[in-house]
């Protein structure tokens, strides 16, 4: 019993001694780990409270699918403290030595709890609850889900001996893919903050064809932000269905190494985008806010906000910042023909040069991709090079047919409609070929 105890309040001394890494212990799982060696080293004479604490870290474990190593690594690799944010500025020489002194001694004591194991957490249960059996033990690590990229650090950590000695690895796998909520590739403002997203849409950029030169054009002026240069503030405007937004979006897995990050941002917040911007200044990783099908009402407070981000104000723009919008409309602010200035003694004065204002809006966009409606060989082109993707064996004969079949029955020729009749068609193939080899009961 004494060395459990010894145990227990080592475990707890090196999560107490915690200088900038406090907080990789302060969600559900750390929390219900601390509490579960409090209550074992203080369990009262039955025990229930060690079985009730054990089962509440035993649950946590499993809501998120992970096992306690495979937890403590991944809230290191994104924590949020002094020494991420600012060896991300700097080199890891030219921060204070007591700052990379705390961080080396906060890695050795996470170690230290890195190191107890579900098996030696569910035999302290056992003894201090006096049960017969111990608890089952949470040690289940599904495959991993990160992308490639960031597998070989985690690799490290689980075989180093000394985690000190991976502070330099850590300082690239910072600048690399960010901290904190900039470990997320793609996020979104919801109700004045910013969340990430876990699992942005897989769309590819191969996967949209038929607008190749709007593709190459947009590829072109994202590398010039990804190298560091002035870029473009981007309109992609066009006819509903030609995979503007996807191909904004495909841009997340093009450029999944290169320090990229979308922000997702809804019409109606669009008076917060100052905001966003100056929160985004000074990160050293690149942006890009993506408004879906942009447009204005008469007077509308999100009309100057996007305004003053386009043509900026006395504050100087910050170079790791875009926004690339979508619209169905090329003037953006909806115009109605009692719009249009009369002679009349209660009108504007110059009431033209406002109208003009209204209408140019979209011309403050540095470039503006347009989305002509798709034509049948384009559209059947689409259809094919998908059909391809998914593996689908059809004549082309015989592909087409169907194709210009479901176009005239549903939305239209369009990249949405092509995709929309691809998946319809893949799922119907699947299912007939199961139902095929599905013996007949006697």
């Known amino acids: 019993m004494k060395d459990l105890l010894a145990s227990l309040q080592f475990l707890q001394r090196q999560a107490s001694s915690l200088l900038l890494y406090q907080s990789v212990l302060t969600g559900e799982v750390g929390c219900a780990f601390l509490n579960l060696l409090q209550t074992l080293r203080h369990s009262d004479a039955e025990g229930l409270g060690c079985l009730q604490a054990y089962g509440s870290y035993f649950k946590a474990l499993a ?43 906060d890695l050795q004591a996470l170690q230290s709890l890195y190191k107890c ?23 289940y690590d599904p495959p991993s889900v990160v992308d490639a990229s960031r597998t070989p650090l985690r690799a490290r ?3 180093m001996e000394n985690w000190a000695d991976a502070l330099k690895d850590l300082a690239v796998y910072y600048r690399e893919f960010g901290i904190g909520l900039f470990a997320y590739r793609a996020l979104r403002w919801q109700s004045g903050q910013l969340v990430g997203i876990p699992h942005p849409d897989p769309v590819q950029l191969v996967q949209l064809i038929g607008y190749e030169s709007q593709r190459d054009a947009l590829l072109k002026n994202t590398e010039f932000l990804l190298a560091g240069y002035p870029a473009l503030h981007v309109l992609l405007y066009g006819s509903r269905g030609s995979g503007k937004s996807s191909l904004v979006k495909g841009l997340l897995h093009e450029y999944s190494d290169r320090n990229l990050r979308l922000i997702e941002v809804a019409k109606s917040d669009l008076k917060d985008l100052p905001a966003i911007v100056e929160q985004l200044r000074g990160v050293p990783l690149k942006f890009i806010i993506f408004v879906d099908d942009l447009s204005f009402e008469e007077d509308d407070d999100a009309f100057k906000a996007l305004k003053v981000v386009l043509e900026g104000n006395l504050t100087a723009r910050p170079q790791n910042v875009v926004v690339y919008a979508t619209s169905n409309r090329r003037h953006l602010i909806r115009e109605f023909f009692g719009d249009r200035p009369r002679p009349s003694a209660n009108e504007e004065v110059h009431a033209w040069d406002t109208m003009q204002e209204k209408l140019s809006f979209s011309d403050r966009f540095g470039l503006t991709l347009t989305f002509e409606p798709a034509d049948q060989p384009t559209y059947l082109k689409i259809v094919s090079q998908l059909a391809k993707i998914a593996g689908i064996s059809l004549s082309q004969e015989d592909l087409e047919y169907r194709a210009l079949q479901w176009a005239t029955r549903h939305n239209g020729r369009s990249g949405r409609t092509a995709r929309q009749f691809v998946d319809f068609l893949q799922a119907d193939m699947a299912l007939s070929s199961q139902t095929a080899t599905i013996p007949v009961s006697e």
């Open 63 to 105: 809501a998120r699918n992970q096992s306690w190593q495979d937890y403590l690594i991944t809230q290191i690799l994104s924590d949020d403290n002094p020494f991420t944010s600012q060896v991300q500025q700097k080199d890891l020489a030219k921060l204070p030595p007591a700052l990379v002194a705390a961080a080396q001694q």
């Open 117 to 139: 194991s579900g098996d030696s957490l569910s035999q302290w249960v056992q003894t201090a609850a006096e049960v017969p059996v111990a608890p089952v033990v949470w040690n």
């Open 157 to 159: 950590l689980q075989q």
